[in-house]
């Protein structure tokens, strides 16, 4: 069972890849739904959530407050540490779960993983593949797709590890800067080359 890693920065047209992968026939494991299935309510990750950061960042209907959440951590990096000590032993166990599942069927597994660079680099990957667009690019999208100011669009942007960092990882890039089609076409060549 081929098991790639898929990962790109805010905006880097990593979704598109994998759902194009998808249509192919590979399984995609999301780290970012895992995120959110092991801290859902009633769950020991969000409990344990709420007993370091404070039950106020359970809403009433027993969800987790992002926001809330996000306030406490961001720009605080000893409060950050605290919360990913929590969230990834939890979302490793689970990713590892979804890929031995996957095994059984012998299917190609992405796991499409933000942050591969700064959690997962160090897995055995048979393959990393890097969604690239330069950061002006993934600004205007992030303002024309989903609204942000460009101000915020770039500490976004620079919230995340570096273009470089990510590059560094990869053994296959595909430029997501162009056209659809291009991004399209690229993530086909990929898959006859997992599949060949």
Same mark, same amino acid.
């Given at each position: 069972?081929? =098991?790639?890693?898929?990962?790109?920065?805010? &905006?880097?047209?990593?979704?598109?890849? @994998?759902?194009?992968? &998808?249509?192919?026939? &590979?399984?995609?494991?999301?780290?970012?739904?895992?995120?959110?299935?092991?801290?859902?309510?009633?769950?020991?990750?969000?409990?344990?959530?709420?007993?370091?950061?404070?039950?106020?960042?359970?809403?009433?209907?027993?969800? =987790?407050?992002?926001?809330?959440?996000?306030?406490?951590?961001?720009?605080?990096?000893?409060?950050?540490?605290? #919360?990913?000590?929590?969230? %990834?032993?939890?979302?490793?166990?689970?990713?590892?779960?979804?890929?031995?599942?996957?095994?059984?069927?012998?299917?190609?597994?992405?796991?499409?993983?933000?942050?591969?660079?700064?959690?997962?680099?160090?897995?055995?990957?048979? #393959?990393?593949?890097? &969604? %690239?667009?330069?950061?002006?690019?993934?600004?205007?999208? #992030?303002?024309?797709?989903?609204?942000?100011?460009?101000?915020?669009?770039?500490?976004?942007?620079?919230?995340?590890?570096?273009?470089?960092?990510?590059? @560094?990882?990869?053994?296959?890039?595909?430029?997501?800067?162009?056209?659809?089609? %291009?991004?399209?076409?690229?993530?086909?060549?990929?898959?006859?080359? #997992?599949?060949?």
């Amino acid at each position: 069972m081929p =098991l790639i890693a898929l990962t790109g920065g805010i &905006a880097s047209g990593k979704s598109t890849i @994998a759902r194009r992968l &998808a249509e192919h026939g &590979a399984v995609i494991v999301d780290a970012d739904q895992i995120v959110r299935d092991v801290q859902a309510p009633g769950t020991p990750v969000l409990a344990a959530i709420a007993a370091e950061f404070g039950g106020d960042v359970v809403k009433t209907d027993g969800t =987790l407050d992002r926001a809330a959440l996000g306030s406490r951590v961001f720009g605080h990096p000893d409060r950050l540490a605290a #919360l990913n000590a929590i969230v %990834h032993p939890a979302v490793r166990a689970e990713s590892e779960r979804r890929f031995a599942e996957a095994a059984r069927d012998d299917a190609v597994v992405v796991y499409d993983v933000p942050l591969l660079a700064e959690a997962r680099s160090h897995d055995p990957w048979e #393959l990393v593949v890097v &969604a %690239h667009a330069p950061a002006d690019v993934r600004v205007a999208r #992030l303002v024309e797709e989903r609204g942000m100011t460009a101000q915020d669009a770039r500490a976004r942007i620079a919230s995340q590890v570096s273009d470089e960092a990510r590059l @560094a990882l990869a053994d296959v890039v595909i430029d997501t800067a162009g056209t659809m089609a %291009h991004t399209l076409a690229q993530a086909d060549a990929l898959w006859e080359r #997992l599949r060949g």
